[in-house]
């Protein structure tokens, strides 16, 4: 793959959407929130005092223009590469299979075949039923609303990457009703899927029948989002 036009795609997908964004500053501030930077290490990098970052992203200041726009995406994948490009790399995935970051986290394959109780205890998942498989080879994770809302089944099928024999983890959920219905019109189903955010005690009652009748395992976790890929990228 080609690390110098997964930097230039997404730089390219950065800088559009804040310059065609209605609340520029708010669009920034998601970006660099999103790649874990401070506001400090942003007008470090763009040698300006960090309240020129915070008005930027305030509002206080007017709409940035486009050299602005320019440079503050060139610095936050500037630094994400100097801290080995893991953003860069996420956002490159999900790009490259043809999905807004809005809908899909992260979509990634594992150096190796991975056993799903393995896969469990790193997220601190609890396991509300058992499958008809044992591994994943990778995981997508996905906003369940977005999701469920905007893709076609075919679009749903994509979100497999290279192989079904994954996990899905689904964000935003409330029950888990949503996924485990739309689980039914999804052919093949995936190995594994979470919900995630929702304690296991709170999710849907035939949530667990319904995985048992598809073969899929099923658990649910509480760990934070981004706790959780940076475990499973140390990992796996």
């Keep these: 793959m080609d690390r110098g036009s997964d ?6 997908q950065i800088a559009g ?13 998601k970006w660099r929130t999103d790649f874990e930077i401070a506001q400090s290490e942003l007008a470090a990098e763009l040698e300006v005092s960090p309240s020129v970052v915070s008005d930027y992203e305030s509002g206080r200041r007017d709409n940035p223009g486009i050299a602005v726009v320019n440079r503050t995406v060139s610095a936050l994948l500037a630094i994400d590469q100097r801290r080995g490009g893991r953003h860069i790399r996420q956002h490159a995935r999900v790009i490259s299979a043809g999905f807004d970051n809005n809908i899909v986290s ?25 499958g008809s498989q044992e591994t994943v080879v990778g995981h997508t ?15 749903f099928y994509r979100l497999y990457g290279q192989s079904s024999n994954r ?28 919900l995630h955010g929702i304690e296991s005690e709170d999710v849907w009652a035939r949530a667990a029948d319904l995985a048992r009748v598809d073969g899929f395992a099923l658990a649910a976790t509480t760990l934070d989002l981004d706790a959780m890929l940076d475990r499973l990228a140390e990992q796996f």
């Excluded at 190796?112 to 601190?124: G, H, L, Q, S």
């Design 7 to 12: 930097r230039d795609r997404l730089a390219k």
């Design 17 to 29: 959407e804040i310059a065609t964004s209605d609340r520029p500053g708010e669009t920034i501030r």
């Design 106 to 130: 992260d979509l990634r394959e594992f150096a190796a075949t991975v056993p799903i109780d393995r896969y469990f205890e790193v997220i601190e998942a609890t396991k509300l039923a058992p």
């Design 141 to 155: 994770v996905i906003d369940s609303i977005e999701a469920i809302t905007r893709l076609s089944s075919e679009e």
């Design 167 to 194: 996990a899905l983890v689904f964000t935003n959920v409330t029950r888990g009703e949503s996924p485990l219905v739309a689980m039914r019109v999804v052919n093949p189903t995936p190995n594994a899927v979470v």
